[in-house]
């Protein structure tokens, strides 16, 4: 199977910046899209960032300018880079990748188990 491994959340003040990085390992053929998403107490599940295997990237509007997105193909690693932080990015955020185990196989999305992110003073 596909493991997906999500580190460098923590408390962080206004203003400030985190990165957070998300390593797959296991029977990887290959990984498509790459994405990185956020939960908040009490609120639906939020897209913050997707980056396909050219590198394209969409971000949510409440995110453009702050966050970048980027992947290192050969780690199986997508990385979110965090800036001018507020306490309304404060979630759980989980990464998502699209991947496929077999050249024949299907894609399936394997997701992480999420890393808290706190924005506070």
């Known amino acids: 199977q596909v493991q997906l491994v999500e580190s460098g959340g923590g408390l962080v003040q206004p203003g400030g910046s985190l990165r957070l990085s998300c390593a797959a390992s296991?029977?990887?053929?290959?990984?498509?899209?790459m994405a990185w998403s956020r939960q908040a107490p009490g609120k639906l599940r939020e897209l913050v960032a997707t980056i396909t295997t050219g590198n394209n990237t969409n971000y949510a509007d409440s995110v453009k300018g702050r966050f970048t997105i980027s992947r290192d193909n050969a780690k199986n690693t997508v990385y979110l880079q965090m800036n001018s932080l507020k306490p309304e990015d404060t979630a759980v955020y989980l990464c998502?990748?699209?991947?496929?185990?077999?050249?024949?196989?299907?894609?399936?999305?394997?997701w992480g188990q999420g890393t808290q992110v706190t924005v506070s003073s």
């Open positions: 296991g029977s990887i053929f290959s990984i498509n899209g």
């Open positions: 998502n990748a699209d991947t496929r185990t077999t050249r024949s196989g299907p894609v399936y999305r394997y």
